[in-house]
């Protein structure tokens, strides 16, 4: 029986070392998109919860406004055409999405949805 050669061994080593692991733990941006039952909306207010949350930018067409303080950050999104809700968030890790609350959603004529049920936040990397 022959032994595999040297070349091809660190060949085959170099290869297993390329192979995708996975997402790695650490601090980095995500994408929120608010994920709504009814379509197009104009406007929402968010809730992000704990103190890995860093600063929120805009995305697209979203204008994005945040507050933070006592472990939470409040977000205002607001699309003036009506359409996708959508920022991103610098948090501490990006394996770990933070924990929120969708409070209120405004249709894109603005008149406020009677219920927050079925709304959520998609995280992506």
Do not use: K, W
């Not at 070392?17 to 994408?31: F, H, I, M, N, R």
């Amino acid at each position: 029986m022959r032994r595999p050669s040297f070349p091809f061994v660190l060949a085959l080593a170099a290869l297993a070392a390329c192979a995708d692991e996975g997402p790695v733990s650490g601090p980095g941006t995500l994408t929120a998109t608010l994920r709504s039952p009814n379509g197009a909306e104009g406007a929402a207010l968010v809730s992000l919860l704990g103190d890995g949350v860093g600063p929120i930018t805009a995305v697209g067409e979203t204008e994005a406004y945040a507050h933070t303080g006592d472990g939470s950050t409040r977000v205002v999104l607001v699309n003036q055409a009506g359409g996708t809700l959508a920022f991103a968030v610098a948090v501490a890790d990006t394996t770990q999405p933070p924990a929120f609350v969708v409070l209120e959603v405004a249709a894109p004529d603005d008149e406020l949805r009677s219920s927050v049920a079925g709304y959520g936040l998609e995280f992506s990397r």
